[in-house]
């Protein structure tokens, strides 16, 4: 089993939908966690973290977190074509600054 | 801020040739790490630094693979002799130790070795 896994995709929306991205991870005592947007050819750029249990929004963003089921989810509202783009899941091991990525999920916005 | 600085963009080298890549991470950071990105394998770490000190290198693949950070405004990552399977985006990026909330990524350097 990997360490954090997503649905690779592509996941397609209509402009203006609700984006609705998923990672789960299998260390228990991960901490902290965190979403990067990345468009093809550059590098991840961090556009949300979440410590706790529950929502955490930011503008058209929303994270979610369910430590028990080991679930980080990231809502997407109002989507824009210029949201099309991989969206990495990265999840904080132990008492480190280590993170560990998943390999991403692609999301394609059409008008 | 100028960011996490990585030279060069892009490199294109012969197969057996040493390649070295250079990061400058931003001002205060104290957290160092080099990433390298394939399609097949995502981002996958290679190896962290702290205040100028390796803490973790369990991901640098093969003895071919070396990292230094001489002082906290510049580390390297070195593969000699490279070999095709080298191939992939490596990315530079770096955290500050007031406490945690992700990284910052550099451009990424782009190795094609032929």
């Known amino acids: 089993q990997k360490e954090v896994e997503q649905n690779s995709g592509p996941l397609s929306v209509p402009e203006g939908a609700i984006a609705s991205l998923n990672c789960t991870y299998s260390?228990?005592?991960?901490?902290?966690f965190f979403w990067y947007r990345q468009y093809s050819g550059k590098s991840p750029e961090l556009i949300m973290f979440i410590y706790s249990n529950g929502d955490k929004e930011d503008g058209r963003f929303t994270a979610q977190l369910n430590k028990a089921s080991q679930y980080v989810s990231l809502l997407i509202r109002d989507s824009q074509p210029s949201d099309s783009a991989t969206y990495l899941c990265a999840v904080n091991m132990g008492n480190t600054d280590k993170l560990i990525f998943g390999t991403g999920t692609r999301l394609q916005v059409f008008p | 801020d100028a960011g996490v600085i990585q030279s060069p963009r892009h490199e294109v080298t012969e197969m057996g040739q040493e390649v070295t890549l250079r990061c400058k991470p931003i001002?205060?950071?104290?957290?160092l790490f080099w990433y390298r990105q394939t399609m097949m394998r995502g981002l996958e770490l290679l190896i962290y630094?702290?205040?100028?000190?390796?803490?973790?290198d369990s991901g640098m693949p093969e003895d071919r693979f070396s990292a230094k950070m001489p002082n906290a405004s510049f580390s390297t990552l070195k593969i000699q002799p490279s070999e095709p399977r080298d191939s992939a985006v490596y990315f530079c990026?770096?955290?500050?130790?007031?406490?945690?909330?992700?990284?910052?990524f550099g451009s990424g350097t782009r190795l094609t070795v032929v």
């Open positions: 990026a770096s955290s500050s130790g007031q406490g945690f909330y992700g990284y910052t």
């Open positions: 001002s205060g950071h104290n957290s």
């Open positions: 260390d228990r005592g991960s901490q902290s």
């Open positions: 630094f702290n205040n100028n000190v390796p803490i973790d």
